[in-house]
């Protein structure tokens, strides 16, 4: 069974349409509002805004859902550990909606914004740090870089591992031989990786990367109305619950 890996989901939907920009920043100070608010019915409120979010950018539940598993045994150890020190049962259930709230949220954003969107918004909101002799460009590319390997690294263990199936490699059973499978199929991952790493690092050296001093951009974007509306709006949407729902 191949091994299926999407780091964006299009769509015709408000979300996807939104400037990047914003979903970063608003996706900032929604972690940052999760944290000041302490309320079983303010993190409740934050969790319908998302919600709502993830239900208006029509990216299939099964997206979305994938890391509910691991959020949900979090949350799990969270409430054991609150009821275990004396915290209580809705301190355990504030902290397991935080994680689900900032969970689902980055996967909004992440799956509604292609990977050149994000990449042109990290560097418009970076530029500034040229000016203290950041090299923003080169970490812009790096970031691109990694999330472009996410997917390739995917398809490359569904092939080792659909080579170790028509071996016979997979007929062992139990947790000593699960292990020595896993290792040896990482092991001919991050060899196949090398060779990616070292053709990518050709192709760019022969495309001259580094040499200009300024990196242009094929497509600049700018800001629409809808855009500034949207950040100003979600910008009051929180600083209005933080307001009234912070340290009760």
């Given at each position: 069974m191949l091994?299926?890996?999407?780091t964006y989901y299009p769509a015709e939907s408000p979300v996807h349409r939104c400037d990047a920009r914003v979903k970063i920043a608003l996706l900032a100070v929604?972690?940052?509002?999760?944290?000041?608010?302490?309320?079983?019915?303010?993190?409740?409120?934050?969790?319908?805004?998302?919600?709502?979010?993830?239900?208006?950018?029509?990216?299939?539940?099964?997206?979305?859902?994938?890391?509910?598993?691991p959020t949900g045994v979090l949350g799990a150890f969270a409430l054991w550990f609150s009821a275990a020190n004396g915290a209580g049962f809705e301190a355990g259930v504030v902290i397991a909606l935080r994680m689900l709230v900032l969970v689902e949220a980055s996967m909004v954003v992440?799956?509604?914004?292609?990977?050149?969107?994000?990449?042109?918004?990290?560097?418009?909101m970076m530029a500034p740090l040229r000016k203290v002799g950041v090299p923003v460009?080169?970490?812009?590319?790096?970031?691109?870089?990694?999330?472009?390997?996410?997917?390739?690294?995917?398809?490359?263990?569904?092939?080792?591992?659909?080579?170790?199936?028509?071996?016979?490699?997979?007929?062992?059973?139990?947790?000593?031989?699960?292990?020595?499978?896993?290792?040896?199929?990482?092991?001919?991952?991050?060899v196949g990786l090398f060779g990616r790493a070292d053709s990518l690092a050709r192709a760019m050296d022969?495309?001259?990367?580094?040499?200009?001093?300024?990196?242009?951009?094929?497509?600049?974007?700018?800001?629409?109305?809808?855009?500034?509306?949207a950040l100003c709006l979600g910008l009051a949407a929180m600083a209005a619950v933080v307001l009234v729902f912070s340290g009760r």
């Amino acid at each position: 069974m191949l091994f299926r890996f999407k780091t964006y989901y299009p769509a015709e939907s408000p979300v996807h349409r939104c400037d990047a920009r914003v979903k970063i920043a608003l996706l900032a100070v929604l972690s940052l509002c999760s944290f000041l608010v302490e309320s079983l019915s303010g993190m409740t409120v934050l969790a319908i805004a998302v919600a709502a979010c993830a239900f208006l950018s029509r990216i299939p539940f099964r997206a979305l859902g994938a890391p509910l598993a691991p959020t949900g045994v979090l949350g799990a150890f969270a409430l054991w550990f609150s009821a275990a020190n004396g915290a209580g049962f809705e301190a355990g259930v504030v902290i397991a909606l935080r994680m689900l709230v900032l969970v689902e949220a980055s996967m909004v954003v992440a799956l509604s914004t292609a990977s050149h969107q994000t990449m042109g918004a990290m560097a418009q909101m970076m530029a500034p740090l040229r000016k203290v002799g950041v090299p923003v460009d080169d970490i812009v590319v790096t970031l691109s870089l990694a999330l472009a390997f996410i997917p390739a690294i995917a398809v490359e263990i569904s092939r080792v591992r659909c080579a170790h199936v028509s071996r016979g490699a997979e007929q062992a059973r139990g947790l000593r031989a699960g292990l020595s499978r896993w290792g040896s199929t990482f092991s001919s991952v991050f060899v196949g990786l090398f060779g990616r790493a070292d053709s990518l690092a050709r192709a760019m050296d022969a495309r001259a990367y580094g040499a200009a001093d300024e990196r242009s951009a094929l497509n600049v974007v700018k800001a629409r109305p809808c855009d500034a509306a949207a950040l100003c709006l979600g910008l009051a949407a929180m600083a209005a619950v933080v307001l009234v729902f912070s340290g009760r």
